[in-house]
């Protein structure tokens, strides 16, 4: 399904108001004194959730809102969004791209390519498999080395980065992945700005440690005129 994330940044200020408008429906938070950057974000997705066209949860790493179209397919691409702040603000919201749908890559262990039947799109979310991620940054009960992950979203406790195609891919989420041992699964957001290339390279990395390298398909989105 199509997908696309808002950044929530800044500083606390009562009175702020973030903004995001799905199409021509806006929705508005107004910041209040105890608040957080995690729980505006919260907040701001919990009113973004109730739009007809997407759903909107936070995500699991930084403070972002992931949107997901609710149709699927080429049926949901291209639906229009934006997130703005009132005038004076310290709070920060950015919108960044729309894009055509999800692709499932496999990552670490192993070398080879990547396994899914088309090409992800410049922009959009991949969602890779990992081992070797390390502890949780707080405790949980269902995560022990050596035991099946029984459930829950955690974090891992060491800063998780990525490149793809040689630029940046933004970590949504990081998660042991429930029902395994040891396997955590990772949603990365790809740079808009990628160019077609059937052998693009993945890695992603922890403090100084990278790891293997994964090549899977990427395709520039086409110009918006093309037909």
Do not use: M
């Amino acid at each position: 399904k199509a997908n696309a994330v808002v950044s929530v940044d800044g500083s606390i200020k009562a009175g702020d108001v973030g903004t995001i408008t799905i199409e021509t429906r806006s929705y508005s938070y107004t910041v209040q004194s105890t608040d957080t950057l995690a729980t505006v974000t919260q907040n701001l997705a919990n009113l973004v959730n109730k739009d007809p066209a997407v759903t909107a949860v936070p995500a699991g790493v930084f403070t972002r809102i992931i949107l997901t179209a609710r149709a699927a397919g080429q049926a949901g691409a291209g639906l229009e969004f934006s997130a703005s702040v009132s005038s004076g603000a310290d709070l920060l919201l950015t919108a960044i791209g729309l894009a055509s749908g999800a692709y499932t890559v496999l990552c670490c262990p192993g070398t080879g390519p990547a396994f899914g039947k088309t090409p992800a799109v410049a922009g959009e979310t991949v969602l890779i498999y990992a081992t070797g991620l390390g502890l949780l940054n707080s405790p949980n009960d269902n995560y022990a080395t050596g035991r099946r992950y029984d459930g829950g979203v955690g974090q891992p406790a060491s800063f998780l980065s990525a490149l793809a195609g040689g630029k940046t891919a933004n970590v949504l989420l990081a998660t042991p992945l429930v029902g395994t041992v040891g396997v955590w699964e990772v949603l990365l957001q790809l740079d808009s700005g990628l160019t077609t290339d059937k052998d693009t390279e993945l890695t992603i990395a922890q403090d100084i440690y990278v790891s293997n390298v994964v090549r899977f398909p990427v395709e520039a989105p086409p110009p918006p005129n093309a037909h």
